[in-house]
Antibody
């Protein structure tokens, strides 16, 4: 079964850091670019970051550029998002997804609040 | 690349035919996907490459368009179709999503 499972979300104070992970299974992870997409409670979908198959190319939304870092470990079929200098507006469910858009994780909630 | 969906919400009845539009701020060829999202769930891919039906998705869903103008049509709305729908472009590596269209029960 093709599956993505996010972890690492939680409650964090403004200015602090958090690292999200996404475990992939059921497909050849190294063949696909991967993305992070977030959704603030009651709001629409917002693309956050993407990485190509071999990590040569990474991209970020302006809202997170300079604060978030995407990375991947093809040997361990995992995707990561290092989030620094967190702000209240980063509060959202964070989803990882394949570049094809056909597989999404269940999401992990990040709440930034004092 | 900005995507503008319309309407932002609509009310419909079971059996209705509905159409949602998505307009891109520049040409994106056919690099346009449509998703359905039910509250509390991850988005589900319905249509990829503007008009290709994702495996397992009922044939009442269809997509059309190219360039800057796209449509999602549901022919014969079913109870499980009341949800929010998003378009998304992958022409640019910096994906963007439309703001969503909520389909509600009339």
């Amino acid at each position: 079964e093709v599956q993505l499972v996010e972890s690492g979300g939680g409650l964090v104070q403004p200015g602090r850091s958090l690292r999200l992970s996404c475990a992939a299974s059921g497909f050849k992870f190294e063949d696909y670019g991967m993305h992070w997409v977030r959704q603030a409670p009651g709001k629409g979908l917002e693309w956050v970051s993407g990485i190509n198959w071999n990590s040569d190319t990474v991209d970020y939304a302006d809202s997170v550029k300079g604060r978030f870092t995407i990375s991947r470990d093809n040997a361990n079929n995992s995707l990561h998002l290092q989030m620094n200098s967190l702000r209240s507006e980063d509060t959202a469910f964070y989803y990882c997804t394949k570049e094809t858009g056909d597989t999404w994780g269940q999401g992990t909630l990040v709440t930034v609040s004092s | 690349i900005q995507l503008t969906q319309s309407p932002s919400s609509l009310s419909a009845s079971v059996g209705d035919r509905i159409t949602i539009t998505c307009r891109a701020s520049q040409s994106i060829s056919i690099f346009l996907n449509w998703y359905q999202q039910i509250p509390g769930k991850a988005p589900k891919l319905l249509i990829y490459a503007a008009s290709s039906l994702q495996s397992g998705v009922p044939s009442r869903f269809s997509g059309s368009g190219a360039g800057t103008d796209f449509t999602l049509t549901i022919s014969g709305l079913q109870p499980e179709d009341f949800a929010t729908y998003y378009c998304q472009q992958s022409y640019s590596a910096l994906w963007t999503f439309g703001q969503g269209t909520k389909v509600e029960v009339k």
